[in-house]
């Protein structure tokens, strides 16, 4: 598939945003990915152009009935101006996933990272330069067939779209206090939770405008069924370091499979530690906090990394973890997956792609 090249004339490009200020999702780059897919051409027709509004259908499903998914992955510069991608093509076929479970088209894996490749390519003066800023990359899949039936549309729109984005730790990397919700659940196996569709993320937000009120920065969920097994931490996953082991939920099919987590148990394994993946209810996480075995809880995820958690709350008790301060393995992770990340240290998983 050859991708058309539409570059914004140099009138139209924005003006940069202040690399101090970037927050997050707040500006976009220059130009986006698209391409189109119908029952007849398959995808087809891929095409960078100028970032802009496009137009659908108010009929079209993803409206109705939230046939959608995404992904999410950054872009890091390096020294000498070399700018990396972390294991995108594992992105692109969590993606793929995620559209076998929402009965959506899958994408050529191989041929939409060139084509994501070159968008950056064209956008590289937007990988931000300020220690720590990224460029977030969006993938995005949609129905954009005009219908009100539920049933999958014959018709989608895959799009990519990028976003500077600050450090996310521009004080330093400091724990965060969680409040471990037994009200409200994120996802139940054999649900959606397992993939990346926007209705999880739409059902989440009541559950963590309660914590942030409450002084908490995520929610911690618990599984479904009995509200007793730890799932995942916000958008994250979530680790225990519990004497010599590492401990995480096993993939349950209530939990996303984070590709920041699949590094973490590799890298850490290849430290010699071990690392258990297996159901740990919230009473164990209790047991073990009150005999001092709990050394570290941590959560991963691409946006923060890694996330030491500084405090948790359940059902009316605040427990601090390891004295409110980050731990050793979670410093550990974090410097060696950034450094993996932005290119100053060696990459013996090969993770790590150049942009050429
Ligand atoms: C629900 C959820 N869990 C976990 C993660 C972490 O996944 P990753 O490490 O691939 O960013 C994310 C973010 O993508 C997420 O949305």
Known sequence: ????????????????????????????????????????????DPVIRKYQNFSLDPAAMVYHYGQEIFEGLKAYRGAQDRIYLFRPADNLRRMNDSATRMCMPSIPVEEVLEALKKLLYLDREW????????????????????????????????????????????????????????????????????????????????????????????????DAVERKYVEEIGTSNIFFKIEDELVTPALSGSILPGITRDSVIKLTRSWGIEVTERAISIDEVQATIASGALQEIFASGTAAVISPVGALSYQGREFPINGETTGPLAQRLFDELQGIQFGTRPDPFGWRTELA
């Open 1 to 44: 598939m050859e991708v058309t090249i539409e570059k914004a004339t140099p009138g139209e490009l924005k003006a940069k945003p202040d690399q101090d200020k970037l927050g997050f999702g707040k500006y976009f780059s220059d130009h986006m990915l698209l391409m189109p897919y119908n029952g007849d051409q398959g995808w087809h």
């Open 127 to 222: 990988v931000p330069r300020s220690p720590g800023a990224t460029l977030y990359i969006r993938p995005t899949m949609i129905a954009t067939e005009a219908g009100l039936g539920v049933r999958p549309a014959k018709e989608y729109l895959f799009f990519v779209i990028l976003s500077p984005v600050g450090a996310y730790y521009p004080q330093g990397f400091n724990p965060v206090k969680i409040y471990v919700t037994d009200k409200y659940v994120r996802a139940v196996r054999g649900g959606v939770g397992e993939v990346k569709t926007g209705g999880n993320y739409a059902a989440s937000i009541m559950a963590a405008l309660e914590a942030q009120h409450e002084g908490y920065t995520q929610v911690l969920w618990l």
